[in-house]
Each structure stands twice: as structure tokens, then as C-alpha cells.
């Protein structure tokens, strides 16, 4: 159980960095603030032809006897607009990410430097395109498996007593599992560890990955504060990879000046 305070201390560790350092959490907004706006159109956009769409897709119900023909399509209407709900929740990472690349990557080798013992950071050989495109190949890859437990779960959710009560705290803790996933490849990518091993590496250590991505998951459903809460989370989430890969991380490492982080690099 010490495992889940661990990772809720990193998520707080991550975010006290970001509070020290004024400058980088200033430019860390843009991302999420430009996701934001683009989740927000699309949402709009189906708020107001979601209803059309469905009719569209549904000509079947046409000759049905009244008031069916409205349920049923209001019913899907519904369905479709929590749907896409789940999917903004799970892909905002990832979009994020992919948007703010540069930044976040940047961002974590600072972090890297500033809790290592010797000042140094594990660093890419890669070119920047590559790195950009295995980011977004592997956050595809966790998307489409987020989804599936998504809609698995949102069946689920039909059932009796449990649909109400067990299957919303799994969905919080699944949720919570992928986006810490999301935000510790920033850093363990960089050490060149694939998906296929980030995946065995968080699955072994479960109560240190939902201690420190189920509250942020929680936190992210309030809305805007997903975008305030990015870039320490990325901070947070490479002390987490540093504790998984069992680096040496200085005790006082997140509390440095910026002034000690800039001389370091």
C-alpha cells in the first residue's frame, strides 16, 4: 500500500516543481489551452448537430409509431454525446502531448537534471520527426485500448446495483492507469524503453501508477483543470519513471532554485 502514497507524493512533487519554476509552467499552458479550444468546437459541433446525425444514421425509425421514434433517437443522441465525453477524457493527454512535444520533452530532461544526483539527464539520439511520430503511434496504440475498456465499461454500466457502484470506480482507476501511461512516456521514451515494456513496467507496479494517475484522472473531469495541471504533471510523472526504471533521485532535487537548473544545463 506504500506504493499508492508514493505516486500521489510524486504528482505533488511534480507540480510544486512547475510552482517553482514560473517560466516553464507559463509556456506549458499553450498546449492544453489550444486542445482545449479544439475538444471544445468538436463538442460544441455535436451539441448542436448530434441529434441531425443520428436521425440520419437511424432512417429505420422513421415509420415507427410515435413517441418511439424520438426516445430511441434521444436515447442514442445521449449516448453518443457521453461517448464522446469518455473519449475527450482519455485522448486529451495524448493530444496534448503530441501538440506540446517539443515542450514536454524539454521539459522532463530539466526535471531529469534538476532530481539527478550527478546533474546529468538520459537523452534521445533520436531526430525530432522520429520522435514525433513514435509519440503519436503509441498514443494511437494506448487510445484504441483505453477505448475498448471504455466501451466495456459503459455496457457495464447497465447492469443492477453494480453498473452504479463497482463499475464507475474500475473506470477511474482504468482511466487513471492510461494517463499516467501517457505522461510517463515523455520521460521513459527518452530512455528508449518501447511501449510493449512501458506497459509490462506500470502493470508491475500498479498501486504506485493509480496513487499517482487516478486523483489527476479525478481532477481532470473538473473542466480547464486538466490544462493548469498538464505540465506538473508531466514533471510528476518523470519522478515516477525515474522510481520505476530505480534511478537515484535527490532528495531535494524538485525544491532547487531555477537558477541551479539553468546553471545545470
Known sequence: MRDLGTGFGHLLKGQRWMARHGGQYRFGLLP???????????????????????????PFADSWPSPWPGLFRGFLTAVLFALALLLTVLSFTAVTLVVGQPFYENLSERVDRDVSPDGTAPRSDLPL?????????DSLRVL???VLWGVLLFALGFLPFV???????????VTGFFLTEELA???LQRRG???RERLVLLRSRRLLVWGFGTPLGLAFLVPFVAVFLMPGA?????????DLMGEETAED????????EEAAS
Open 253 to 260: 532535487g524538485p525544491d532547487r532554485s531555477p537558477a541551479s
Open 234 to 242: 508531466v514533471a510528476g510523472a518523470t519522478l515516477l519513471a525515474r
Open 144 to 146: 484504441v485500448r483505453a
Open 193 to 195: 524503453v518501447a511501449l
Open 32 to 58: 492544453g489551452l489550444v486542445t482545449l479550444v479544439l475538444y471544445a468546437a468538436a463538442l460544441t459541433a455535436l451539441a448542436l448537430w448530434g441529434a441531425d446525425l443520428v436521425a440520419w444514421a437511424t
Open 163 to 173: 453498473g452504479q457502484t463497482v463499475v464507475p470506480v474500475v473506470g477511474f482507476f
Open 129 to 137: 520527426i522520429r520522435e514525433l511520430w513514435i509519440s503519436l503511434r
Open 185 to 187: 512516456a515523455v520521460a
